[in-house]
């Protein structure tokens, strides 16, 4: 079998992202959209919460699937993106116990429609055993999924009846012969990431994207929640780039 990622923390072992003390996370608390509070997290305690924003394009990439299995696709790659955040955040808190919660962020309806891939995940999502997912014993993941088409902060009146989501047509041709392509799933999940951390509440995000754009909303998630005692990291397969002062934000999986 092949060898699993391993996380790699980028940057100064000094800096903010060094393996996590029982100190460091004796405040920190469970915030909206994400699963039970902390107040102490070592290891039979009460976990501390994590939500996973989640690229769901990006990591069906990283898993390296057949494009003609919607369903086998969406297993491989829960299975895959859930071991890698369990071993990640495994190296960081050795002595800390977690319980995440995924927001998964797709092209997940073309127009008014359930996209394959959404059919797929949630099909996928409703036969697995998530107790079983992490493979760490400081890990667990909540069967709770959230999708990104649903936004942790909108107006009641943005909200569709049918569908009840905020962002139908994410996965549309812009001219009616090109080929299908993701629209407000980046905005959406950095708007996700700001309410998030706006709300002060504490707890942990994970971001799991290869695309740079999710960096300034990170950024502005760090700042807003390190006061109340909340952390923000980056998770992906490759490093970022060198102009981007990612020190303590970024774990890389190799």
Request: net charge positive.
């Amino acid at each position: 079998m092949p060898k699993r990622p391993r996380a790699a923390v980028v940057g100064n072992m000094n800096s903010v992202i060094r393996p996590v003390a029982e100190s460091d996370v004796a405040s920190t608390r469970g915030g909206r959209g994400m699963g039970s509070g902390s107040s102490g997290a070592r290891i039979g305690s009460t976990p501390i919460s994590v939500t996973a924003f989640v690229d769901w394009n990006s990591q069906i990439h990283n898993a390296d699937v057949s494009p003609d299995d919607p369903h086998g696709n969406a297993r491989r790659t829960l299975t895959k993106t859930s071991r890698i955040i369990g071993k990640a955040l495994a190296r960081l808190a050795p002595a800390c116990r977690f319980s995440v919660i995924f927001r998964l962020y797709h092209g997940w309806y073309k127009g008014w429609e359930p996209a394959d891939n959404f059919k797929a995940i949630t099909t996928i999502v409703s036969q697995t055993d998530f107790s079983m997912l992490a493979r760490t014993r400081n890990v667990t993941f909540s069967p709770d999924v959230q999708y990104g088409h649903t936004l942790l902060s909108a107006l009641p009146e943005r909200r569709h009846v049918r569908p009840p989501i905020h962002l139908p047509n994410t996965w549309r041709q812009q001219d009616g012969r090109s080929a299908r392509q993701e629209k407000m799933v980046d905005t959406a999940l950095a708007a996700d990431l700001l309410d998030w951390a706006r709300e002060g509440q504490g707890g942990w995000a994970l971001v799991l994207s290869e695309d740079d754009d999710v960096v300034p909303p990170v950024l502005a998630a760090e700042a807003w929640t390190r006061p109340h005692g909340g952390r923000a990291f980056i998770l992906r397969i490759r490093r970022g780039g060198s102009f981007l002062k990612l020190d303590g934000l970024l774990l890389e999986m190799k």
